[in-house]
């Protein structure tokens, strides 16, 4: 796709068109297709978790690092021990 990502204004990276800026669908409907579990804190608050799907078709390590690479972090070495 030749289009440039847009910036987002709110944390400053840059989400791709296709993906549209709405993060709240987008994260619905990866829930609605597994690659997200979401349960809730005491207060209510949505808390999300890797979900069967993604494990499957991604793997946990994939994840993880594409996670960390959104947020321009490096992967704690304590979680890859952890898995």
């Given at each position: 796709n030749d289009i440039d990502p847009e910036p987002n204004p709110r944390n400053?990276?840059?989400i791709h068109?296709?993906?549209g800026a709405n993060v709240a669908d987008l994260l619905d409907k990866a829930t609605k297709e597994q690659?997200?579990?979401v349960k809730h804190t005491d207060?209510?608050?949505p808390?999300?978790?890797?979900?069967?799907?993604?494990?499957v078709e991604v793997g946990r390590f994939?994840?993880?690092q594409f996670q960390a690479d959104a947020?321009?972090?490096k992967v704690d070495p304590s979680i890859i021990a952890e898995m």
């Amino acid at each position: 796709n030749d289009i440039d990502p847009e910036p987002n204004p709110r944390n400053k990276t840059k989400i791709h068109p296709s993906l549209g800026a709405n993060v709240a669908d987008l994260l619905d409907k990866a829930t609605k297709e597994q690659f997200y579990l979401v349960k809730h804190t005491d207060d209510g608050e949505p808390k999300y978790e890797l979900g069967p799907r993604a494990l499957v078709e991604v793997g946990r390590f994939q994840m993880i690092q594409f996670q960390a690479d959104a947020l321009h972090e490096k992967v704690d070495p304590s979680i890859i021990a952890e898995m």
